[in-house]
């Protein structure tokens, strides 16, 4: 399937701003569709964004705060994150799988579809 690193998280106060990078490796037909899930402590993995094959998802929660885009050249997918709220807090991870977006549409969200990265931590602080 190939590995998924991510990188830009950090601590930050509301309101402030952060961009996450993740670099893929190995064949493209196993990350048509890549983008990010989050996860806080004693909550459930949930779905920030997906993108591919023209197609793209957000998260109710972050629309309008936040910005996926992908360099296919670099074999990178980015997370700009503006606005951050301390409900944002959590472990974000670069997620991707072989199917294009829009294929499974409105269940983008569910994580039984994708595979991980190691993840990153990010801290929103009032």
């Known amino acids: 399937q190939g590995q998924l690193v991510e990188s830009g998280g950090g601590s930050v106060q509301a309101g402030g701003s952060l961009r996450l990078s993740c670099a893929a490796s190995g064949d493209t037909y196993y990350r048509r569709c890549m983008g990010w899930f989050r996860q806080a402590p004693g909550k459930e993995r949930e779905g920030v964004a997906v993108?591919?094959?023209?197609?793209?998802y957000y998260a109710d929660s972050v629309k309008g705060r936040f910005t996926i885009s992908q360099d296919n050249a670099k074999n990178a997918v980015y997370l700009q994150m503006n606005s951050l709220k301390p409900e944002d807090t959590a472990t974000y991870y670069c997620?991707?799988?072989?199917?294009?977006?829009?294929?499974?549409?409105?269940?983008?969200?569910?994580?039984?579809?994708?595979?991980w990265g190691q993840g990153t931590q990010v801290t929103v602080s009032l």
């Open positions: 993108t591919g094959g023209g197609s793209t």
């Open positions: 997620a991707a799988h072989a199917l294009w977006c829009a294929q499974y549409g409105s269940r983008w969200y569910r994580p039984e579809f994708y595979y």
